[in-house]
Structure formats: C-alpha cells, structure tokens
C-alpha cells in the first residue's frame, strides 16, 4: 500500500490497486513520506469513498484540522445507518467534518450561536433530530463537552442534507416553508393534525419533496395537467388549498408551481385531512 500524502503520523492518504483510500493508525506514517509503503498490519481505520471529489475535499479538510474529526464523522455516518434507513450522500463527511471544525473553534473563543430554525426543525425532521442527538453524544464522548441543543438542530440539517442530496441553502430554507404550508392547510380546513400518526409523517416527507422540487432551479417539475384536473372536480376544497399555498410561494420565493405539482400536492392534502373530516370536505361515505 503505497503512500501518496502524509498528514501527521497517524493518518494519510495511499493507493492501493488503483483506488485511492484514507488509512489510519497509531504511528503508521512514523519517519515515512511519499512513495513509502505502509504497513498493512498497523492500520486501524480504512476510509474508502467512491467519489473522487470528496475524497478530494476531505483531503484538502485534513491539511488544516485534527484529524480526528474524520474519525467522528465517521462514527456518526456508520451510527446513522446503523440506526435508520437513510440513504446518506458522501456529502456528509465533508458537511460534517467542516461543520465539527468550525463548531470546536467557537467552543475554543466560547462563541455559542442561536439556530434560529431549531423549533421547525425539531418538528418537521423528528428522525434526524434523535439521529443528530445520538450523534452529540458522540462528539461529547470525544471532547467531553457540552453540545447544545442549537448545535443538534444545525446537525440535524446536515444529516437531512446528505440524506436528500440537495444544496444546503435549500435544507435551510425548506423547514420554515414547510410550516407555512402546514399553517396554510390547517386555517383552510379548520384541522389539527395527528402528529403522531403514520399518514402524517407520510404527509411531511412528501411536503420534503415538494418544498426541494419547487426551490432548487436545477431540478425540472413534471407539468402533466392529469392529477390536477381531475382533483379539481372531485376535491374543489383541495385545489383551493393548493392555489393558496402556490400563491404564496409565488410572491414570497418567487418561484412558480407546475400543475402536476399541484395536483400531488392536492391529492397527498386529500388523505391527511380526509381522515379528520371526511363528510365536511370530500363528500366520502
């Protein structure tokens, strides 16, 4: 296993068969440089990434910052997937290893910040939340400190990020539109929402998409007018509802709403209120 850049003498980079990988352990680059071969036996961590660009950024993360904060990423990525189904993007070492970076220098000048999202976040994402708490523990565990509660709201948003694979500026938005939506819904139909039940958490993972669908230019909205006529005739009061809630994302994002966006929207705002008043609304015997 071949060396190609050394990072301090527990850590580097190396080629093996081809593939580029970061390898770690106790005194593995001890008095070793480039083109050096490292001995396999010695090695305690291999982290193996797929796509070149992040193995490249991690890289680059690593010539300024402990390297321990790759082995808390780590942690954290093979912790979230032990404990959920989430699809998680290589992103996260990068977010996660930057973001813990930033985080410990705050600490260090004891400069706290306020998540001003962290109440919507806790609501609208209820599974990366518990996730970005047991991934606090794990960061205290290394540096027996206090992470607070605004800190696993930004973690929170990391974990999201990387499990929809979208640009971070639209997982920060995307909470405070989503609770805008649901506020829409709620004054139209008169409603309160079972927030504990499974058609509701169904409903809030769709209202992810939409939000991502309709904030991020590069993604292209279906225009298929289907779903949206026949909602029109069979659930006026959904459609209502829809035009409100693509009304408003008009004029506060500027951003328009295809038909058959919101037609899936109508037709995901039929099942979540049907089940509180169904006669009332949609006529359902």
Do not use: W
């Amino acid at each position: 296993m071949e060396i190609l850049r050394v990072y301090n003498n527990n850590v580097a980079a190396v080629l093996q068969n081809g593939d580029e990988m970061i390898v770690s352990g106790r005194g593995i680059c001890f008095q070793k440089k480039k083109g050096d071969i490292i001995d396999e036996t010695k090695i305690e961590k291999y982290f193996t990434l797929k796509d070149k660009h992040v193995i490249s950024r991690v890289e680059e993360l690593l010539q300024n910052i402990s390297t321990e904060y790759l082995d808390i990423a780590d942690e954290i990525a093979n912790m979230i997937k032990q404990n959920s189904d989430l699809e998680l993007s290589e992103n996260i070492y990068i977010t996660l290893i930057d973001h813990i970076s930033l985080f410990m220098e705050r600490e260090k000048k004891n400069i706290s910040f306020e998540n001003p999202l962290l109440m919507d976040i806790k609501h609208i994402y209820k599974k990366q939340y518990e996730l970005a708490k047991k991934a606090r523990n794990i960061i205290e565990n290394h540096f027996d400190i206090r992470v607070s509660d605004d800190e696993v709201g930004f973690l929170t948003l990391h974990i999201v990020n990387a499990s929809m694979d979208q640009s971070f500026d639209i997982t920060m938005r995307a909470p405070k539109l989503i609770q805008v939506i649901l506020e829409i819904i709620r004054v139209h139909f008169n409603i309160t929402f079972d927030e504990k039940s499974i058609r509701y958490e169904r409903f809030l993972r769709h209202l992810q998409f939409f939000v991502r669908r309709v904030l991020d230019e590069n993604l292209i909205q279906e225009d298929d007018t289907f779903l949206y006529n026949m909602s029109k005739n069979a659930y006026p009061e959904a459609i209502d509802c829809v035009n409100k809630i693509a009304l408003f994302i008009e004029l506060n994002y500027k951003k328009s709403v295809t038909k058959a966006e919101m037609g899936y929207l109508a037709y995901h705002i039929v099942n979540i209120v049907k089940e509180l008043k169904p006669e009332e609304y949609f006529n359902i015997k």
